[in-house]
């Protein structure tokens, strides 16, 4: 197994409901609102790739899908640390729950993302990924690792803020998985800090698993279960930033430490 082909032992069934589903009228005034979404999506074209457009957009699929986003930040700032004229972007790290993470963080501050190829052959999600700018991995390239941990390494040096998710694969809670290292590399030769999130999913205030997408389960079944979810909130915990000091391993070790502390407790 290479440094990429992280595997997941959760399966489509950690995903559950914590409570009662949408009504179907709700359900098909959600469908509507969110092809209406994906379609002004597509209609923006390359103007996703601007900052204001595509938070707008993303925020707009979180409304149509019923989601509430809600945003902690210890301190000041947001994702990005604010740089000073000529300095690095900033690695922002999270756990992986759900495709939804990377819309839900687009909406709090569009970044540049780092996303497993696969999200770039998804229907209506994979064109809008690619006209947004995303930077797709070959997992199972081991070969070309050492190519992207350069490229990421040029981005931060370029002032860009690069989104990863260091876990490799999804899981249904941040507490899940381990962190890969090779990703902070690009942090440590750019000189660059690392932002760590935590991101987490309720229902009515409960911790749950509705939104996780795991194993082989067909994205249009994931996309089902979150449109019929009822009282879906998704919670951004943005944590202090992180220095690039010491080794990768350090810093994967540390990111992932103050990620996990920022999981709400699981009710049994």
């Not at 959600?30 to 103007?47: F, Q, V």
């Not at 979180?62 to 990005?80: D, E, H, K, M, N």
């Not at 999270?94 to 501050?109: K, M, P, R």
Request: charge should be positive.
């Amino acid at each position: 197994m290479n440094a990429w082909a992280a595997t997941s032992t959760c399966t489509p069934r950690c995903a559950r409901q914590a409570a009662p589903r949408v009504s179907a009228l709700r359900l098909a005034c959600r469908y509507a609102a969110l092809a209406g979404a994906l379609a002004a999506g597509a209609a923006a074209g390359e103007r996703l790739a601007d900052r204001r457009t595509m938070r707008l957009r993303a925020a707009a699929v979180l409304r149509a899908l019923g989601i509430r986003v809600a945003v902690t930040v210890p301190g000041a700032g947001a994702l990005s640390v604010p740089r000073p004229p000529g300095g690095p972007g900033t690695l922002i790290v999270a756990d992986h729950i759900s495709w939804l993470d990377v819309l839900t963080l687009l909406a709090v501050e569009p970044v540049t993302v780092l996303a497993k190829g696969e999200v770039g052959r998804w229907p209506v999600l994979g064109p809008l990924a690619r006209k947004a700018g995303t930077r797709f991995i070959d997992r199972e390239g081991l070969r070309a690792l050492p190519h992207v941990v350069a490229e990421l390494a040029g981005l931060l040096r370029e002032g860009r803020s690069v989104l990863v998710f260091p876990q490799g694969t999804t899981w249904c809670s941040a507490a899940a998985g381990r962190f890969r290292r090779a990703t902070f590399q690009a942090a440590v030769d750019a000189g660059a800090p690392v932002r760590p999130v935590t991101v987490t999913y309720a229902q009515h205030g409960i911790p749950s698993t509705v939104a996780a997408f795991l194993g082989d389960e067909g994205f249009g079944r994931s996309l089902h279960r979150v449109a019929a979810a009822g009282g879906l909130t998704v919670r951004v915990t943005v944590h202090p930033p992180l220095e690039p000091a010491g080794d990768r391993r350090a810093l994967a070790e540390r990111a992932q430490r103050v990620i996990r502390a920022g999981e709400p407790p699981a009710h049994g």
